[in-house]
């Protein structure tokens, strides 16, 4: 009985401790998370510049797996090389030690409970009341019951004169076997717990209640650092082959680094001996199992360091580029997979966004391709075989527009469903879908100026060369407010850019008047009716994707009245 009180009192203790740390993170994610997301996202190729941004990112946010699956995720978005990834993963391994620190420098020096129930009280208050801040109350709460998680913690721990976890004593006798079991039980641990961080703080607690020894509490920070490893991996299920590069590349350094390290294993507790003042006796252990955590980090990142280009080509070996399997009509699936939603589904947005730019693409691409077919008609001796390869060619890229918006809206609304999302969030997700919306009628608009082109060569409805040249201006107009666009997917708009897309939205509908003016005036001087009907309704074909445009820079930018832009 007495056994089964201490594990159900340790087991509710971590899972506090576990609580805590999750919602510490939550808060720390909600109020920096988008920033974090933007420093990584506009790294240089920068080696060392990506071990401080990813060391940086770890320690502010406090999870290395959170780093490790936004970077995995950027990776399956293209934001961010392979190579550079790399770099991020060193740090975000040197960052996640900070909590190692923490527990060792506060948690056994100052009284627990004194810090963790003010933060507690004062967190859930400040998360309770109506205001806009309210992660910071969450921050707070979350750090009040880390704290009193590890309180509980150390204070359920038995001593080894109690004879209570004899089991473990053995194993920790056992020279280098206790090495390697130790190896595997911080693998396990970390599997259970989900946390490297949690993991270390509950090895550091065992080891300051002399429940294991040093050698072997420092053999299962090595495996905490392996069992941390399966966020990414599982991150990279049905995502992109690069994204399961990423994923590789963090295992490996992982595993090959505890591998050197168990080589090296007294050699480097030498060296940690060397650089710690003091003893290992009291508390001190704690200092010495937080700093062995760190130089193992450090030194498993300069060992890497210069290897960075054969470490990705080694993974690339690993894991092939896989051959897309083109349709029956010659479309490619969309690489795009809405099946991984992680414990933040605001890091998910990113990968949104990136395919979202891609579609912005493809929209483009259709557009200049009817212009082109537009102007080249008329030159054309066999104009309806031209029209009909031409609508093939589009219905073909319509259908795989259509497809990305089926599969973007589905991710984002299963977005929404997440209870941890925020209003901010929610927001920029409401616009994401207008936008994909926005972008599928753009392709729909073009599909339907390729009918009207079908339909004047059917019927032998060709415009002057006067209609051509007056439609020049406006065509063009068009196009450079959809590179306008496309070139802003990735930031906001200024109010200066704001006020540059509303004065492009007001010369095409100038335009478009002007146009259909002219229209009928020919069909009141004579001209064929049918003919200028047609132009009429290719006039408003156009302006149509100009609307698009418009509405696509107002949820861009400042154009909306009072609404918050969308931070890319």
Not at 103 to 129: D, E, N, Q, Y
Not at 181 to 198: D, K, P, Q, R
Not at 537 to 545: A, F, M, Q, Y
Request: aromatic fraction near 8%; glycine fraction near 8%; include cysteine.
């Amino acid at each position: 009985m007495d056994y089964i009180w201490l594990i159900c009192r340790i087991v509710g203790s971590t899972g506090l401790f576990l609580y805590g740390m999750t919602v510490m993170s939550n808060g720390i994610q909600s109020i920096a998370g988008e920033r974090m997301q933007k420093t990584l996202r506009f790294m240089t190729g920068d080696r060392l510049r990506g071990i401080l941004t990813g060391l940086i990112v770890t320690a502010i946010i406090q999870s290395s797996s959170a780093t490790t699956v936004m970077v995995v995720s950027f990776v399956s978005a293209g934001l961010l090389p392979l190579t550079q990834s790399i770099g991020v993963i060193m740090g975000a391994n040197i960052g996640t030690t900070i909590t190692a620190w923490i527990v060792s420098l506060v948690g056994f020096k100052l009284s627990l409970s004194t810090m963790a129930l003010p933060a507690v009280g004062i967190g859930f208050i400040l998360l309770m009341i109506k205001w806009k801040h309210k992660s910071i109350g969450e921050m707070i709460l979350g750090f009040g019951l880390l704290f009193l998680g590890l309180d509980f913690l150390t204070k359920s721990m038995p001593t080894i004169d109690e004879h209570s976890f004899s089991f473990i004593e053995a194993f920790s006798d056992s020279g280098f076997v206790s090495i390697v079991i130790g190896v595997g039980i911080g693998i396990v641990i970390t599997l259970i717990a989900h946390s490297s961080s949690a993991t270390t703080a509950i090895i550091i607690t065992m080891a300051y209640n002399s429940i294991i020894q040093y050698d072997m509490a420092a053999s299962m920070i090595l495996g905490a650092n392996i069992g941390t490893t399966v966020d990414a991996a599982l991150a990279s299920i049905g995502v992109r082959t690069t994204a399961k590069r990423a994923a590789l590349v963090h295992v490996l350094f992982n595993v090959i680094g505890t591998v050197i390290a168990l080589i090296l294993f007294y050699p480097l507790l030498a060296f940690v001996d060397f650089i710690t003042p003091g003893g290992r006796a009291g508390s001190s252990i704690a200092t010495y199992l937080a700093m062995f955590h760190t130089v193992f980090n450090v030194f498993n990142t300069l060992i890497f360091f210069p290897f960075v280009n054969p470490f990705a080509k080694l993974v690339s070996f690993l894991i092939k580029d896989k051959p897309l399997e083109p349709l029956h009509d010659g479309q490619y699936r969309l690489v795009y997979q809405s099946g991984t939603i992680q414990d933040t589904p605001e890091l998910n947005i990113i990968r949104a966004e990136k395919e979202i730019r891609d579609m912005a693409g493809l929209s483009a691409a259709m557009y200049r391709t009817v212009r082109n077919a537009l102007y080249a008609l008329a030159e054309h001796t066999d104009r309806e075989h031209f029209v009909e390869e031409l609508i093939k060619e589009m219905t073909v890229k319509e259908n795989y527009a259509d497809e990305m918006r089926d599969e973007l809206t589905l991710f984002l609304i299963e977005c929404t469903r997440h209870q941890q999302i925020n209003n901010r969030f929610d927001e920029r997700i409401s616009r994401l879908l207008r936008i994909v919306a926005d972008l599928e009628e753009m392709t729909d608009d073009c599909l339907g100026i390729c009918h009207l082109l079908e339909r004047s060569a059917k019927k032998n409805l060709i415009f002057s060369q006067k209609e051509m040249d007056a439609l020049q201006p406006y065509v063009n107009l068009v196009d450079q407010f959809l590179d306008f666009v496309q070139k802003h997917l990735g930031a906001p708009l200024s109010e200066e850019e704001s006020v540059q897309a509303h004065i492009m939205e007001n010369q095409i509908i100038n335009f478009r008047d002007t146009l259909r003016k002219m229209g009928r005036k020919r069909i009141e001087n004579g001209k064929d009716v049918k003919t200028e009907l047609l132009f009429i309704d290719l006039v408003r074909s156009i302006e149509k994707l100009g609307d698009f445009c418009y509405n696509i820079s107002e949820s861009l930018g400042h154009s909306g009245g009072n609404r918050t832009p969308i931070w890319w």
